[in-house]
């Protein structure tokens, strides 16, 4: 069935700008683009529907590339901490951090774990996100990361949202390995991934390569058994110490390399030759009261894509707002609106591996889009909080964001 969407502006995302097309309109058909261009150069189609956009700009929906949206409780108490002068890894070694939600989320019931991220989901849907990406890495054995990524499968096939699963299951020692990390990762490596892979639970692999989680030659490992499973990995690297888990990464072709505070221009030049996006998260660098910039300048200078991210978890990074890190990857980290923008569209989609169907606006691609009621793209940037008006459209389908 065609539909043709007018009177509206597109900012089509192509090539990483706004590649803004006046006075616009576009064709679909099914779930797909079928055309787009000036209005004046429409052609003669027999369309199902027309639907008149008034004048709104029309962008890709937004891609949040980077989430743990799947988790039991909460860490308020831990933001205190923070507040009151404890650092992220002093939390850590008291047996907060990653280890507590590791004990609620194993303790949740599947529909409990669904219920909750539902809830956040639909935040982020009501926020301008169409695609999503979900990794688990809170329950640390099969069974619990079984669920978690039985979870993400289901919000998948409940909203009108495309959630790709990330298995994250080196994400910290668990408790009945502490002191035996190489055993964990043998764990990891040799039986869970297999195992989740072979269900259909797992689109992609991460780790975390940090001082406080596993070293590069541990994750090294973990990526072996990625390749061995023909899956792609990203990896969280850089964010609190430089190990060149960036450089690690891409040598094995990854998909993008996460957080980077702490990356250097080594790193930058084999993630610019591997064309491993670098993927920014504004919310964690505020919620830690970062202090250390991640090198966007040399990102920009080696033609590295980048793309932000939510980093939505209950630590570190409590967003649920992505439109909210555009503007914080602007104030925070020195990006434009445009850039911004690009970052969760075009190279969002890249971090997933899904540029060839998502990320921008042109024929053929997946007919994912919103109708900001805007004057200007850089607006997605400029208002702080709020809701902004909108129709979101996904598979060429306008979704009732109102009733979800």
Known sequence: MRQVWRHCHAA??????????????????????????????????????????GGTWVTPGLVDCHTHLIFGGDRSREFEQRLQGVDYATIAAQGGGIASTVRATRAATEDEL?????????????????????????????????????????LGQTLPL?????????????????????????????????????????????????????????????FQAAARLNLPVKLHAEQLSTLHGASLAARYGALSADHLEYLTESDVLAMAKAGTVAVLLPGAFYALRETQLPPVDLLRHHGVPIAI????????SPVLSLRLMLSMACTLFRMTPEE????????????????????????????????WDIKH?????????????????????MVDVAAL
Not at 124 to 153: C, F, I, N, P, Q
Not at 309 to 316: H, K
Not at 347 to 363: F, I, K, M, P, Q
Request: charged share 20%; aromatic share 6%.
């Open 12 to 53: 089509t995302m192509a090539g990483g700008t706004y590649s803004v097309i006046d006075n616009a309109a576009i064709v679909t058909r099914a779930d797909r683009i079928e055309w787009i261009g000036p209005d004046s150069e429409l052609p003669a189609v027999d369309a199902a529907h027309v639907h008149d956009l």
């Open 114 to 154: 669904f219920a909750s991220a539902h809830r956040r989901a639909l935040q982020l849907l009501r926020d301008g996100v169409t695609t999503l990406e979900v990794k688990s890495g809170y329950g640390l054995d099969l069974e619990h990361e079984r669920k978690m990524l039985r979870v993400a499968r289901h």
């Open 162 to 222: 495309t959630v790709r699963a990330t298995c994250l299951a080196a994400h910290a020692l668990p408790p009945e390995f502490a002191g035996r990390p190489d055993a964990y990762i043998d764990e990891v490596a040799l039986t869970m991934l297999p195992a989740l892979a072979a269900e259909g639970l797992v689109d992609a692999v991460d780790a975390f390569c940090e001082h406080l989680a596993f070293t590069p030659a541990q994750v090294e490992r973990v």
């Open 309 to 316: 991210s939510t980093d939505l978890n209950p630590g570190t």
């Open 340 to 371: 911004a923008l690009a970052g969760v569209t075009v190279n969002g989609a890249r971090a997933l591996g899904l540029s060839a169907t998502h990320g921008t606006l042109e024929v053929g691609k997946v007919a994912d889009f919103v109708a």
């Open 377 to 397: 793209p850089a607006e997605l940037a400029y208002w702080l909080g709020g809701d902004v008006a909108k129709r979101v459209v996904r598979h060429g389908a």
